[in-house]
C-alpha cells in the first residue's frame, strides 16, 4: 500500500504565498518522478509541475517564475512554493508521484487526496 499526504492549502489574497507539501509512504522501492496537478472547477486536471529523481524540473508556461517545485528524497516529499498568487490559480492540487513498489513491478503513479487553493480577496 502506497499513501500521499498533502498539506498546506488554504485561503489567500492575491499576492500571497502557500507551500504545499506532499508526504509519500508504504511499499516504496523506487521514487522516479513527483509532482503538482489542479483542477478548478468545470476544467480538466493539468500539469502545474514535476521533479524527476534527479533534479530536473518541468512546469507549466502559466507557473514559471512564480511557483517552485522540489523534494526531499531522504523524506519522499515533494513541496509546490507557490508565490505571486493570482484568483485565477484556485483549484484543487492534487499531488502525483510515479513509483515501483519491488524491484519487478513497473512503476505506476500515486496520486494525493487533493487539497483546496483558494486565492480571493
Known amino acids: 500500500q502506497v499513501q500521499l499526504v498533502e498539506s498546506g492549502g488554504g485561503l489567500v489574497q492575491p499576492g500571497g504565498s502557500l507551500r504545499l507539501s506532499c508526504a509519500t509512504s508504504?511499499?516504496?522501492?523506487?521514487?522516479?518522478?513527483m509532482g503538482w496537478y489542479r483542477q478548478a472547477p468545470g476544467k480538466q486536471r493539468d500539469l502545474v509541475a514535476s521533479?524527476?529523481?534527479?533534479?530536473?524540473?518541468n512546469y507549466a508556461d502559466s507557473m514559471k517564475g512564480r511557483f517552485t517545485v522540489s523534494r526531499d528524497s531522504a523524506k519522499n516529499t515533494v513541496y509546490l512554493q507557490m508565490n505571486s498568487l493570482k484568483p485565477e490559480d484556485t483549484a484543487v492540487y492534487y499531488c502525483?508521484?510515479?513509483?515501483?513498489?519491488?524491484?519487478?513491478?513497473?512503476?505506476?503513479?500515486?496520486w494525493g487526496q487533493g487539497t483546496q487553493v483558494t486565492v480571493s480577496s
Open positions: 521533479i524527476s529523481s534527479g533534479g530536473s524540473t
Open positions: 502525483n508521484v510515479n513509483l515501483a513498489t519491488s524491484s519487478w513491478s513497473p512503476s505506476r503513479d500515486y
Open positions: 508504504g511499499s516504496i522501492f523506487r521514487i522516479s518522478r
